[in-house]
C-alpha cells in the first residue's frame, strides 16, 4: 500500500490531507488520532499538512517538528490548527486563509488554452503588474502549466496555473486578470476551463483564497467550489 493510501484510510478520504500526501518527497506519520504529512515546497513553503484530534497531534508534532525543522508549518482546517497549537510552547497562528473545493465541472461559460512555453514571459509580466502577491510563478518547482484567456486583440486578459496539483486532487492557483480587462467574467471563463481540465483523472480541484478578496471567493462560489477555513502556524524561535 502507498503512503497515499495510507494518509486516504487515515483521513477518510480528506481532499486536503490528499492533496499534500500527493505531493513529492513527501514523508508520513500517523498515530491513532492524528496524521501528519511533511511536505517540501508545498505552495512555495515546506509544509506540515495535520489531520486529526488536537490532543493527539500535539502529541505527535512533539516528536515530528524537531525531525523536520523549524523551516516547516503546520498547516491544516483552521480550528484543528488552533487548538493544536494552543497545546504546543512555540507554536503559532501565523495567519488563515480558505480551502475551496469542487468535484463537478462548472456550469456556464468555459474558454481558455493551455499557454506554450515561449509564452510565459506573459505570463509574468501580467503577474508582475497586476498579481505581484501571486504564489505562483513560472519556472517556479510544482507550477507545471498555465492557462491563458486572450483579449480581442490576441493579447492575455487573464491567467491561471495548474499548481501543486496531485495525482486525486488538482489545485488552481495564480488567477490573474489584467487590470483594464477586469468586470467582465474573464477570471470566471477561464477558471471553469481550468477546473474542468484539472478534474480529468481526479477527484476534485480545490485552491487557496485569502478571506479578504470577497469578490474571488464569490467567483469561486459561483463556479461550485465550496470553502472551508484553513490555518497555517510557524515555529517561534527564541
Known amino acids: 500500500m502507498s503512503r497515499l493510501d495510507d494518509v486516504a484510510a487515515a483521513t477518510d478520504d480528506d481532499p486536503f490531507m490528499l492533496w499534500a500526501a500527493g505531493r513529492p518527497g513527501v514523508r508520513v506519520w500517523a498515530?491513532?488520532?492524528?496524521?501528519v504529512v511533511a511536505a517540501p515546497a508545498l505552495s512555495r513553503r515546506d509544509r506540515l499538512a495535520i489531520h486529526g484530534e488536537p490532543g493527539p497531534l500535539a502529541v505527535l508534532l512533539k516528536r515530528v517538528l524537531p525531525e523536520v525543522g523549524p523551516q516547516y508549518r503546520p498547516f491544516g482546517y483552521e480550528a484543528t490548527v488552533v487548538e493544536t497549537a494552543e497545546r504546543l510552547p512555540g507554536l503559532s497562528v501565523a495567519g488563515t486563509f480558505a480551502w475551496m473545493e469542487t468535484a463537478s465541472p462548472p456550469s456556464g461559460n468555459s474558454a481558455g488554452e493551455w499557454l506554450a512555453d515561449d509564452e510565459l514571459p506573459q505570463v509574468t509580466a501580467l503577474l508582475e503588474r497586476d498579481f505581484p502577491d501571486s504564489y505562483a510563478r513560472p519556472g517556479l518547482p510544482g507550477v507545471t502549466r498555465w492557462a491563458g484567456l486572450r483579449a480581442e486583440d490576441g493579447t492575455l486578459a487573464a491567467v491561471a496555473a495548474d499548481a501543486w496539483s496531485s495525482p486525486r486532487v488538482g489545485l488552481l492557483g495564480g488567477v490573474a486578470t489584467r487590470?483594464?480587462?477586469?468586470?467582465?467574467?474573464?477570471?470566471?471563463?477561464?477558471?471553469?476551463?481550468?477546473?474542468?481540465?484539472?478534474?480529468?483523472?481526479?477527484?476534485?480541484?480545490?485552491?487557496?483564497?485569502?478571506?479578504?478578496n470577497v469578490a474571488a471567493v464569490a467567483t469561486y462560489r459561483k463556479l461550485g467550489f465550496r470553502s472551508k477555513p484553513l490555518a497555517a502556524a510557524h515555529q517561534v524561535t527564541r
Open 179 to 212: 487590470s483594464d480587462q477586469r468586470g467582465r467574467g474573464r477570471a470566471a471563463t477561464l477558471c471553469a476551463f481550468v477546473t474542468s481540465e484539472l478534474l480529468i483523472g481526479r477527484d476534485r480541484v480545490a485552491l487557496l483564497a485569502d478571506h479578504w
Open 31 to 35: 498515530e491513532p488520532g492524528a496524521v
